[in-house]
């Protein structure tokens, strides 16, 4: 028996199928214009890869802000219940999952079920977002992804304001001032790990702590959130796939 | 007797002459990238429109967020408590004072003799504040005093996201989806005016209601304004002039 899980987030989208086991496919594309069409697009991929026909998937649970979009889903569910279900599977010992996505950020606490107990979102505020590192990397005229390698073991720039919009003024500022691009950089990852840390203070973070969404690819900015947290976070291959991972779950369950 | 007071805000500075009775003249200028040049140029320029020489000025007060970078001045003086007097020699009527800068906001409650009750100010978020609308106007490739104008009676969009950032695409994708440049310049001055009532709302505002910084001089957010408050709002000629106002006044009781 095979389930499907799609996880429509702001920037991507993320498909997984699995056995009752283990996953045995992914897909990734980037959302676009139109989240319905994505999701069609994304079906077909991890139909194509996990080589199925829809006939032989047992039921598919759709998550992300993009969910109420799709037509082919068995069961919507909420992101932060199926992150919740995705991180438990990777690790049952984790109750903590920092989730930062291109759009919003959550911090959601675990019982040893995988069940929530708490969590906390901001979806309104671009600061703390994938969407503030993108930002910053464009002023910069660098991609998002080499904001990490960039930064290195530079010093970090202080950045004052927490704003997107403030902060990108610094950034100019700082640049003209003749700052370095590696100094630079670390600021701003200096600058998401304490707008997540106050989001995390304000939830409690529990051992173990997963971080997942597609900024935990980033590595410097799990080293700054592993020191400021005083532990050590996790992170998987599979970490921007966990709201996937946890639809598909609940999709076998049904 | 003739005092000056200088107020450097993130955008413009301006300056007054005061004689004790009235303002004899004013000056404004956009504060660059030095506070401190700016605020000596400022000075040069209020000295030759009241045809003075520092010798014959009694004494000179500093506000704004630029007034550290002064050293003529002869005392500084908060934004807040300039605000309070300036509106208070306005109007000795008005009780509630709506500022919204360049890159700030502000409310302020006044008593009868024009000392601060309370206050409340959101200088961390762009949102509701000159800079939204600078970026906004920037995105719709128009300048920011011609939102107003180009907004007139249309119905505002609704603009979802209060965060600059997030309003930004929305604006983007209202205008690729054939929206009137009419119906977003409206909806982004709505926006302002949600973003400015819900601090209102936290001080309290009390009859009568004074609207003063660069963007009051936006006629239709002033209305906005005064139909969701359900006052009728006061603006000045000399609106971005309060807070140097204030500190000419404060600076003639040295
Ligand atoms: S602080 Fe900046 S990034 Fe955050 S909501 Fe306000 S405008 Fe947006």
């Known amino acids: 028996m095979i389930s499907i899980g799609i996880d429509v987030g702001s920037v991507a989208a993320k498909a997984v199928a699995f056995n009752g086991e283990k996953i045995?496919?992914?897909?990734?594309?980037?959302?676009?214009?139109?989240?319905?069409?994505?999701?069609?697009?994304?079906?077909?991929?991890?139909?194509?890869?996990?080589?199925?026909?829809?006939?032989?998937?047992?039921?598919?649970?759709?998550?992300?802000?993009?969910?109420?979009?799709?037509?082919?889903?068995?069961?919507?569910?909420?992101?932060?219940?199926?992150?919740?279900?995705?991180?438990?599977?990777?690790n049952p010992e984790i109750r903590t999952v920092i989730d930062i996505g291109g759009q919003d950020s959550k911090v959601i606490r675990l019982n040893e079920s995988g069940l929530v107990m708490d969590f906390l979102m901001n979806d309104k505020c671009a600061a703390g977002t994938g969407r503030f590192l993108q930002v910053m990397a464009n002023t910069m005229e660098m991609d998002v992804s080499q904001l990490s390698e960039t930064a290195g073991d530079a010093k970090p720039e202080n950045i004052n304001s927490m704003c997107t919009v403030f902060a990108e003024s610094e950034v100019i500022s700082l640049m003209a001032e003749g700052a370095s691009k590696e100094s630079i950089a670390a600021g701003l990852l200096q600058s998401v790990c304490n707008k997540t840390y106050s989001l995390v203070s304000r939830v409690g973070a529990?051992?173990?702590?997963?971080?997942?969404?597609?900024?935990?690819?980033?590595?410097?900015?799990?080293?700054?959130?592993?020191?400021?947290?005083?532990?050590?976070?996790?992170?998987?291959?599979?970490?921007?796939?966990?709201?996937?991972?946890?639809?598909?779950?609940?999709?076998?369950?049904?």
């Open 24 to 90: 045995m496919a992914t897909a990734i594309i980037p959302t676009g214009w139109s989240p319905k069409e994505s999701g069609n697009r994304l079906l077909e991929e991890i139909l194509n890869k996990s080589q199925l026909t829809l006939d032989e998937v047992h039921a598919i649970v759709g998550t992300g802000y993009g969910r109420v979009s799709l037509d082919f889903i068995n069961k919507k569910v909420t992101e932060i219940t199926c992150h919740g279900r995705g991180a438990h599977f990777i």
């Open 206 to 254: 529990e051992d173990q702590v997963f971080f997942s969404g597609g900024v935990s690819q980033n590595p410097l900015l799990k080293k700054y959130l592993s020191d400021k947290l005083g532990v050590e976070i996790q992170v998987s291959d599979l970490s921007q796939f966990i709201g996937a991972i946890g639809a598909a779950i609940i999709a076998y369950e049904l």
